[in-house]
């Protein structure tokens, strides 16, 4: 039957996906829309607001947000977390059907943007040889990109920093007026002279021939002789003919590449990024290897191009699994040393140990079968329980021995030894695997994170305690032989602890008020030691986002960032090995603020060496203060971190403020108080606002009165000076295999030559002055709202070193005195606002943890009074975890908090074997203290190599530098702290507890008919 399992296993194994997350249900929609240039405000009235009041009539809606800008809105609509996400996107999509069809919408776009969603590849494309980035281009999407999509698994490959050509008609106004000629005009005949055009077919000798007429440009030359309109000599003789106007006479003809909508760049060196993107639910690490492969064979194809990877998905989740797999292996050797060094017997070492390695290829199989993968968490609950794996075997183990040596049978000894303990283990890992039913049916971020890990460690708990009641007394009965010679036990003993106990039972009462104490002073240092979202990693890996002036070019903001590049390389030194730069925005709408990104904004990837010395916190610290001399540009350092923290943090600073209402000016009054207030706050930096000035603009204010007596519309009037400002398209042309556009461009004009931009009428031209007057403003940088109601926000940084939640509080405080008018508020949003609803979700799975282990115990027991004695080892346990979380200068996060839930589980483990034997002494007509002195001295030692076991397995835990340790050390260091007290607790205190319980219950039980005789 082992055999059995351990192939099915191996086979589950293989056949388990790889991932860095479990698969997560994200509850949001998002609804983009693009308005072309018009002002937030317009875009609010017009339609955000009423895309929000359909939003949120849909059923299981808990809240709708918008952020609007010039030209772009972004609605976020977020739904409870059981909600099939599927049915509600169809449901919305539905219900915005009608924007759909709206002329003024240039794009309405509904996603759901996977927080997992990131590029598994990033890779810079060079060739040294080329510098025009139209053929690197044509290499990179006619060649490379076809090559990679054909490979399984990958979705699509985006280009970044590429240029197009296009076919340049540059003219003048003055050229075209002596001519008498238009833009319009020029567009229109290249149109009409520039396709194939059916003309029917002929049949002749029952033959039919197809008609085409094929007028297409060919050459550049074609175009130059085109002629676009007709000059009328001066008369000298009546019969003179016109003049044709050729295209070539008033303008000059080039191919040339169109401005970049982003550049990219490695080391300060122009390149092309491809972004790789793999199908959903396809195994990462397999598609990157695929992909690696690839690149191998394409640069061996292509001699002198380049490709650096700057982003490998598939690398970060190999080194992240790597990591937990050697921890985990760690542990194990760990709790192996332990069992021979306590039982100092090779042959019953090993068949504990057994135990690990069949309840982890058992798991596989239900992982398999549950539709599991292997993940960071799901490893995780494997290192987090391998320790405990054995403790079943162990308990077992040292029963049968003990009954061996009192002379029984080796096949009796195992019979015996397990059903005695057998209640006991089943109790134990029962009240071990509850404590996760309230995260399993837990919702919220917490609970979609966690799912996976509490499946995986029941899983791995049942399979340890089938194996202990079955497995280790046939192994012990097989392969343990008796000996004839009766000598000293080698294992290690507890003599002293019997007379220790007794002594201490004479003091029960001081003993328990000690105890008392202590869980006091632990109750007391919770707040002290305050608590935070997530625990936050520091990596080899960092990215500035940099915004210049709203409005700047991107030729200016390029100069800006190649500056600031150089002053990086310099400062950073040998500690750099790559920086990554992207100018201007995103080529794709993959990340949720991609749509407000524009010629003003770039990011920078710095990546460190891996064997550097200085902390990248430290590099960051040095070059914040560099940027703080350049008042012009913006700039924010993130700290890239896991997928994790991506996806239950948050994309924006940690600390936001926002400030509830309806009037601008009242909220931008109250915004500036609180900004204020944060400005002199020194736990925070980095303080931003949502009321900054946004990007300038030119109004045209048209006179209707005037545009009418002219017969021009407002649409007329914009056409035409888009025209001019923009130039016309006039159609394709086909050069080398591809189409490209044809642009006719006028030269370009300062704001103060708008007014004399020529408007036509007809055959009236006259001066836009004529017909309207020019202002220049400046537009909001944009609008936020909140369930319908706007929102003003200041958003923040803090310094590290303080409880995330004491800085919140203090804050509050400060917040608290700012007079409010009547419905206008401020409240904490952004990571403050997911630590207040994780810690809620979590404190009430604390409270279930606690009232399913009770019943388990209840009816282990029968008895309603013993589950106390045994529950009672929990506020010990606290104490430990908080003592050392205080020492350590730790907050406590949800990662923590999972570790005290799962220490409920566990502590009482050690407690549930000292009363279940003490139970059984006592109904073999054992007195009371005398049964609890015996059990003391019996169960020392498995209760001390269990604790053990668990506490050296989970260390590798703590001191991991993997990618995901520091996720991980919390939980592990809540579960070891509270298991060192309560081993040591429950061996002093419950017994004195158990004592007074007992003699409460003789106390209030009913005497027994045969006592009264």
């Given amino acids: 039957m082992i055999l059995g399992v351990a192939l099915l296993g191996y086979i589950s194994l293989g056949k388990l996906g790889t991932d860095l997350m479990p698969e997560m249900n994200n509850p949001r929609v998002y609804v983009e829309i693009v308005a072309g240039e018009r002002p937030p ?62 002329g003024d919408l240039d794009e309405i776009i509904l996603t759901q943007h996977d927080p997992n969603e990131t590029p598994v590849m990033l890779v810079g494309m060079d060739n040294q040889s080329i510098e025009d980035m139209n053929e690197l281009r044509k290499v990179a999407e006619n060649y490379i990109r076809n090559e990679l999509v054909r490979l399984e698994g990958v979705a699509d490959v985006k280009l970044e920093g590429q240029e197009e050509s296009e076919v340049l008609i540059e003219t003048d106004p003055y050229r075209l007026e002596a001519f008498g000629i238009s833009t319009s005009d020029i567009s229109s005949q290249i149109q009409n002279y520039n396709r194939n055009v059916s003309g029917g077919s002929i049949v002749e000798m029952g033959t039919q021939y197809v008609i085409k007429g094929v007028s297409v440009f060919q050459e550049l030359e074609d175009l130059r002789q085109l002629i676009v309109g007709f000059q009328q000599p001066e008369e000298t003789t009546g019969n003179q003919e016109r003049v044709p106007v050729f295209l070539g006479d008033i303008a000059k003809i080039r191919f040339q590449n169109k401005d970049p909508l982003n550049i990219v760049r490695i080391n300060g060196e122009r390149c092309i990024g491809l972004a790789i993107y793999k199908e959903p639910k396809f195994n990462t690490v397999k598609a990157v290897n695929e992909l690696t492969i690839a690149f191998e064979d394409i640069s061996k194809a292509l001699p002198g191009y380049t490709f650096q990877v700057i982003q490998d998905q598939g690398a970060f989740i190999s080194n992240a699994l790597y990591e937990v797999k050697n921890t985990a292996l760690l542990g194990i050797l760990f709790a192996v040393f332990v069992l021979f060094l ?39 609950g494997l290192a987090l329980g391998a320790g405990m794996l054995v403790d079943n075997a162990i308990v ?270 009242q909220i931008e009054r109250i915004t500036a108080q609180v900004e204020e207030i944060m400005l002199n706050s020194p736990d925070l930096f980095n303080v931003e606002t949502s009321f900054e000035e946004g990007a300038p603009e030119v109004e045209v204010v048209i006179d209707r009165y005037r545009a009418g007596v002219y017969n021009l519309g407002v649409d007329q009037i914009i056409s035409q000076i888009q025209d001019v400002l923009e130039g016309a398209e006039a159609g394709d042309f086909e050069y080398e295999g591809e189409m490209q556009k044809i642009r006719i461009k006028l030269p370009e004009i300062q704001t103060s030559e708008l007014d004399d931009i020529i408007l036509k009428s007809g055959t009236t031209e006259l001066r836009l002055s004529d017909v309207a007057s020019i ?102 346990a606290l104490v430990g975890t908080v003592l050392l979380f205080f020492f350590l200068g730790k907050t406590f996060s949800i990662m923590a908090i999972i570790g005290i839930i799962m220490l409920i589980g566990i502590a009482v483990n050690d407690s549930i074997i000292l009363v279940d034997f003490i139970n059984q002494l006592k109904r073999s007509g054992v007195k009371r203290t005398q049964a609890i002195l015996q059990a003391g001295q019996h169960r020392i030692r498995p209760i001390i190599m269990t604790s053990l076991t668990t506490i050296l397995a989970l260390l590798p835990l703590t001191i991991g530098f993997g990618e995901s340790a520091a996720l991980r050390a919390p939980m592990a260091l809540a579960v070891i702290g509270g298991l060192v007290t309560s081993t040591l607790l429950t061996l002093i205190v419950i017994p004195c507890v158990y004592s007074v319980f007992d003699q409460f219950t003789d106390w209030i039980k009913p005497s027994q008919p045969s006592d009264q005789i």
Avoid at 457 to 475: D, E, R, T
């Fill in 342 to 380: 306590f039982l100092r017997r090779i042959g019953t070492t090993l068949i504990a140990s057994l135990a690990i390695p069949i309840s982890i290829i058992a798991t596989f199989n239900l992982m398999y079968f549950n539709g599991l993968t292997l993940n960071i968490m799901t490893l995780g």
């Fill in 41 to 102: 405000e317009e875009i609010e009235k017009q339609f955000v607001d009423q895309i929000e009041s359909l939003a949120i009539r849909q059923s299981d809606v808990i809240g709708v947000s918008s952020v609007t800008r010039v030209g772009t809105a972004q609605i976020t609509v977020e739904y409870a977390w059981q909600k099939d996400m599927d049915e509600a996107f169809l449901e919305l999509q539905k219900a915005l059907n009608s924007f759909n069809q709206s």
């Fill in 775 to 876: 202002r220049t403003v400046v537009a909001p940088k944009q609008i936020l709202r909140s369930n319908q109601n706007r929102v003003g926000q200041i958003s923040a940084q803090f310094h590290k070193g303080k409880p995330f939640d004491h800085i919140i509080q203090e804050l509050d405080v400060q917040l608290s005195e700012i007079s409010l008018p009547p419905r206008y508020s401020i409240r904490q949003a952004g990571e403050e606002q997911k630590r207040r609803e994780s810690m809620d979700n979590l404190r009430f799975a604390l409270i279930l943890s606690l009232v399913l282990v009770y019943m388990v115990l209840a009816s282990q027991f029968e008895s309603l009074i013993h589950p106390f004695t045994i529950i009672f080892t929990v506020p010990l």
């Fill in 396 to 665: 077992v183990m040292e029963n049968i021995f003990r009954n061996m040596q009192k002379g029984m049978s080796v096949k009796e000894a195992a019979i015996t030894g397990t059903a005695e303990v057998g209640g006991a283990i089943t109790a134990s890992t029962l009240t071990t695997i509850v404590v996760f039913l309230p995260i399993v049916y837990l919702h919220g971020a917490a609970g979609e994170l966690f799912k996976d890990q509490a499946w995986t460690v029941a899983f791995s708990l049942l399979s340890s305690l089938f194996v202990a009641l079955l497995v280790i007394p046939m192994l012990f009965s097989k392969f343990i032989k008796p000996r004839k010679n009766k000598i000293q036990d080698p294992a290690v003993g507890f003599a002293w602890y019997s007379k220790t106990l007794s002594a201490i039972l004479r003091f029960k009462y001081l003993v328990i008020i000690i105890a008392a104490f202590l869980v006091s002073i632990a109750v007391y240092l919770i707040p002290i030691v305050g608590s935070e979202f997530m625990p936050r990693t520091e990596g080899r890996e960092f990215s500035l986002d940099i915004k210049l002036e709203e409005g700047t070019r991107i030729e200016r903001t390029e100069k800006a960032v190649s500056t600031l590049e150089v002053m990086m390389r310099e400062s950073i030194g040998d500690e750099l090995q790559t920086l990554y730069t992207r100018i201007g925005p995103a080529s794709s709408s993959n990340d949720a603020k991609s749509i407000f990104e524009n010629e003003n904004t770039a990011n920078i990837k710095v990546l460190l060496t891996k064997e550097g010395q200085i902390p990248a916190s430290k590099i960051m610290d040095a070059l914040s203060a560099m940027v703080a001399n350049m008042p012009e540009m913006e700039v924010m350092f993130i700290q890239d971190e896991t997928a994790l923290q991506t996806t239950l943090g948050t994309d924006d600073a940690p600390v936001i403020v926002e400030v509830v209402g309806e009037e601008f000016d």
